[in-house]
Structures are given as structure tokens and as C-alpha cells.
């Protein structure tokens, strides 16, 4: 399937050091989504960097908020520029664009929607942690946004490897087309 990289943007999704230390093995995620950033920069599709993060003390983080109330005590003492750190071996290079975002959504606290729109972006390929999380949130949320998605599926990771297989064959191909890197990269 050829695909129009023109108007397409990869986004690489909470790749930052405080959270891929939640994963048991994130060595083979981090490896499939270098090679998509490889992919993209080799074609001249723009790479965003989008990461979760808050004011130091965390006020932005509601007691209301389910996800993230239980660890407001610890991203109120955590130093939030190293939490926010992209993993080394994806860091972005000069000129490639950096979000952060303040919830599970890429859009959700973010101005993604503002650089998407200036970049032109109409399609959009995600990859990043957690397949249940960021990953899911931004296929919905950018879905309904009327944005072409693409999810590569071995360069994201949840901590679920069912849930990862539900999303990624049953649910994502709903929304969004559904590719390996490698297929990605033939495209």
C-alpha cells in the first residue's frame, strides 16, 4: 500500500526516560520507534516529540482525575525536566518540534492541534507508550478530529501485552490503518 507522506507528520509518544522505565523490556520498543524516526527523517516527514509533564508541584493534576491523582505527591517532588527527557536514543534533532502535554491525549493540554495546523499535518502515524494510554487517547481524539491515523504497532508498548494485541488488531483498525515498521517503511 503506497502512502502519501506528503501532509504527514510521526509522532513519538511519552518516549521519555521516566516512563519507559515502567516497562519491563522497553529495549525492543525504543529500538522499532528509532527506526521509524529513521523512516521519517529519511522521507522528510516532520517528527514530533509529544510528552506528559507538569509545573513543578504538579497543580495542573486534579484530585478528580483517576489516572493521575494517585501520583500527584510524586510528580509534585519529581524533577520534571528530567522526567520529561526524551529517551537518548530518540532524542530529537535541531528543528524537530517538542509538545508536552498535561494529560493522556496528545492534544489534550498541549498546543499539537496549533503545530499540526501550521505544519499542514492532515495524516498523522503514532507510536510511543502505553498502547492503552497516549496511544489510544490521540488515535480516538485525532480520529474524531477527522485526521488520517496510522498506529505502528511494534513501535508501541503497554504493559498488557493483551490488551496491546486487542487494540492494535481489533480496535486501532477501526480508526486507523495498522502497520509494522517495517511495512511502514516500504510504504
Avoid at 501532509?7 to 521516566?18: E, F, K, S, Y
Avoid at 519491563?24 to 509529544?50: E, F, L, M, Q, W
Avoid at 532524542?91 to 508536552?100: D, K, M, N, W
Avoid at 492534544?107 to 505544519?119: C, H, M, N, P
Wanted: a negative charge; one cysteine or more; proline letters at 3%.
Amino acid at each position: 500500500m503506497e502512502q502519501n507522506t506528503q501532509n504527514t507528520a510521526l509522532l513519538v509518544l511519552d518516549m521519555q526516560v521516566g516512563i519507559l522505565g515502567m516497562l519491563p523490556d522497553a529495549s525492543a520498543t525504543i529500538g522499532k520507534v528509532a527506526a521509524a524516526i529513521a523512516n521519517a527523517r529519511n522521507k522528510d516527514i516532520p517528527v514530533i516529540y509529544v510528552t506528559v509533564g507538569f509545573r513543578q508541584g504538579a497543580p495542573e493534576i486534579s484530585m478528580n482525575n483517576k489516572s493521575f491523582a494517585g501520583g500527584k505527591e510524586r510528580f509534585a517532588n519529581t524533577d520534571m525536566a528530567e522526567f520529561m527527557k526524551v529517551h537518548p536514543d530518540l532524542a530529537p534533532q535541531a528543528g524537530e518540534l517538542a509538545v508536552i502535554k498535561r494529560r493522556v491525549s496528545a492534544f489534550t493540554g498541549s498546543d499539537l492541534e496549533v503545530v499540526l495546523r501550521a505544519f499542514g499535518i492532515q495524516h498523522m502515524v503514532l507510536t510511543g507508550v502505553a498502547t492503552s494510554g497516549a496511544v489510544l487517547s490521540t488515535v480516538r481524539e485525532a480520529a474524531d478530529k477527522d485526521y488520517r491515523v496510522t498506529v505502528i504497532s511494534d513501535g508501541c508498548a503497554d504493559l498488557d501485552e493483551e490488551v496491546h494485541r486487542v487494540l492494535t488488531t481489533k480496535v486501532f483498525p477501526r480508526q486507523a490503518d495498522v502497520l509494522t515498521v517495517n511495512e511502514w517503511s516500504k510504504s
